[in-house]
């Protein structure tokens, strides 16, 4: 069943994604060579204990940690740990608060130190990815019209869609109906109302579409080793333009000073 948000509801889901940017910007500060994705995990979850808000993730499901960090040919899923950064790595952060009863989720994929142009093609691509789904998210539509958007900027550009894991809505609980996957077919799948708050997070691999779980039970990692970027954010549908919950400014003000452009 899905649950449709009041603009009362989709205020406090915009606090908790905000909340999250803010998150991923006291990341990308600390982002650099020689720290451990434990030390960022920390940052992130000491900047949303600070803001009388709760990790959403830590716990859920047996999840240990405020942040998904997912590294080079991590997907997602990625358990924070003694690993060190080093120069060259691409980094996907994936980030959840909940505050006040409600979720904000949102996700960024950053270059860490001398990134190639291959690899950096494939986070602008994906962002775009992004930004082309939540084109598709209005009144009127269907979730596949999100889908199919995605999935044909991502193939066009000659990478792989991850199938295994989809966007979700998102609200009272992390993940909520409907299913909103990164593939499919203009035309098909529920219709979007007003309400409807969802969060589309493309999960995009420079090379094949396939992935593998690790053993920890959490990491996802592409098959063929190659990288894999991964962008999200929480979006209320509305007529003519989605309403972005969740921002990436207070990221990119962060990475402007970085001289990072994604
Ligand atoms: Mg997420
Ligand atoms: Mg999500």
Redesign the pocket.
């Known amino acids: 069943m899905i649950y449709y948000k009041t603009q009362e509801e989709i205020e406090f889901i915009r606090h908790s994604s905000l909340l999250v940017g803010k998150a991923l910007a006291e990341v990308a500060k600390e982002l650099k060579p020689g720290v451990t994705t434990a030390h960022i995990d920390k940052i992130a979850e000491d900047y949303i204990r600070s803001q009388n808000a709760k990790p959403a993730f830590k716990g859920y499901r047996g999840f240990p940690a405020t942040l998904c960090v997912s590294v080079n040919a991590q997907v997602v899923h990625g358990i924070p740990g003694k690993y060190e950064i080093r120069d060259g790595d691409v980094v996907s952060v994936?980030c959840?608060v909940v505050f006040n009863g409600f979720y904000g989720?949102s996700?960024y994929t950053f270059p860490v130190g001398n990134v190639g142009e291959e690899a950096m093609k494939l986070l602008r691509v994906t962002k775009a990815c992004l930004y082309k789904g939540i084109e598709q998210a209005v009144v009127g539509n269907r979730i596949g019209d999100i889908s199919e958007a995605v999935q044909a900027h991502a193939e066009n550009n000659g990478y792989g869609v991850v199938r295994e894991l989809v966007?979700?809505g998102?609200g009272k609980y992390?993940?909520e109906s409907p299913e909103v996957p990164n593939y499919g077919k203009k035309g098909a799948g529920p219709k979007m109302l007003e309400g409807l708050v969802i969060?589309i997070?493309p999960m995009i691999n420079m090379g094949k579409r396939n992935v593998k779980q690790e053993r920890d039970g959490w990491t996802i990692t592409t098959s063929d080793g190659k990288p894999s970027a991964h962008f999200?954010h929480t979006i209320a549908v509305k007529p003519g333009r989605a309403d972005i919950l969740s921002s990436f400014a207070p990221i990119e003000e962060v990475l402007k000073l970085q001289q990072i452009e994604i």
Do not use: I, K, R
């Open positions: 994936d959840g989720d996700a966007g979700h998102v992390l993940h969060a997070e999200e």
